[in-house]
């Protein structure tokens, strides 16, 4: 896809719709089992938790899958799931929300990652995961990377959605990755910790500060402006990057793309709670690659998204109307 010059907000909103975006990586299903708590268990001293309501939610890439679809775009997804129940509800939520699974493949050699969470009275009382963090087998990995390669040529844009359940290695990392090089479609990295310097070559590169030091192993102080920016050259040195836009928190957002560096402060919110921010962070941030942006609409529009979606109690995609009258409001431009 062309880039767009002169382009408006209302333009730049708009061409959203027309893209296609393929997103790689670890899918996984959030469970929430709502109740109250009246007594405690005789058999131990823990909460008897009386159940209210269930609710299953998209996680992990699902929940990048949803915020790029409410950007109206097209997601993608790619990944290995298991052939078990929660691989059969997972396969269901997705084509319940019309997402597109042409890249969704079953294993009967792997389980689904389940996040059961169980609530009373407003307040988390435990968490209990069903996963494997075990690398997908050779023979998985070559469907993965198929699927990739022929989902990718009709795609303006590849997120790698990465959580270290095993799905991405670095040889499927660096085979997709050379693939997109080819076609001269975009790689954008959401990392973990496992594969972080396995992220050859790849257009932009978004961590947060706990992920940069502990994937380059390097200490440094956020607020010193010349040592900060040593340690991202360093990065973008390190993994032959294109761009590196790192997520600061309270302190904004950082962006080295394209020549130019830009430091974002953050919005002022009432944050009512974090979860899901980085991946509004990195679906926004990926279509405005897809559409050739500059560094100061990729990270603006990303950091004002992360912001807003801190004001939703729970994980929640963004909300797309909001999100243009915020761009408008604070000056954003498009280009």
Request: aromatic fraction near 4%; charge should be negative.
């Amino acid at each position: 896809m062309n880039p767009v010059l002169d382009m408006s907000l209302d333009e730049l909103f708009d061409q959203f719709d027309r893209l296609r975006v393929l997103i790689v990586g670890d899918v996984m299903l959030d469970s929430y089992v709502w109740g109250r708590v009246e007594r405690i268990s005789p058999e131990a001293p823990v909460p008897v938790v009386t159940v209210d309501r269930r609710e299953r939610r998209l996680g992990g890439a699902g929940n990048v899958l949803l915020n790029v679809q409410a950007l109206g775009a097209e997601a993608i997804i790619c990944s290995v799931i298991g052939t078990d129940t929660a691989g059969d509800q997972l396969e269901q939520e997705l084509c319940d929300r019309g997402l597109n699974c042409d890249g969704l493949i079953r294993s009967s050699s792997r389980i689904t990652t389940i996040k059961e969470r169980i609530i009373a009275s407003a307040q988390q009382v435990v968490r209990v995961d069903t996963e494997t963090d075990k690398y997908i087998t050779a023979d998985e990995r070559a469907q993965l990377v198929q699927k990739a390669k022929e989902l990718i040529p009709s795609c303006h844009v590849v997120i790698f959605e990465d959580y270290d359940k095993g799905v991405l290695s670095k040889e499927a990392i660096a085979e997709i990755t050379d693939f997109a090089n080819l076609q001269n479609v975009p790689t954008v990295v959401d990392p973990k910790k496992r594969n972080f310097l396995s992220y050859q070559n790849t257009t932009l590169f978004k961590p947060n500060l706990k992920e940069l030091r502990e994937g380059l192993k390097v200490e440094f102080d956020v607020d010193n402006a010349t040592e900060f920016r040593a340690v991202v050259s360093q990065l973008k040195e390190t993994l032959n990057l294109k761009g590196a836009l790192i997520t600061l928190s309270e302190r904004g957002a950082f962006i080295d793309y394209n020549g130019e560096t830009l430091k974002l402060p953050a919005h002022v919110r009432q944050i009512a709670d974090v979860s899901g921010a980085g991946d509004t962070v990195i679906s926004i941030a990926a279509c405005c690659v897809a559409l050739k942006q500059s560094p100061a609409i990729i990270a603006g529009l990303s950091n004002l998204g992360g912001g807003l979606v801190c004001e939703s109690v729970g994980v929640v995609p963004i909300d797309k109307a909001q999100l243009k009258q915020e761009a408008i409001e604070t000056g954003l431009r498009a280009d």
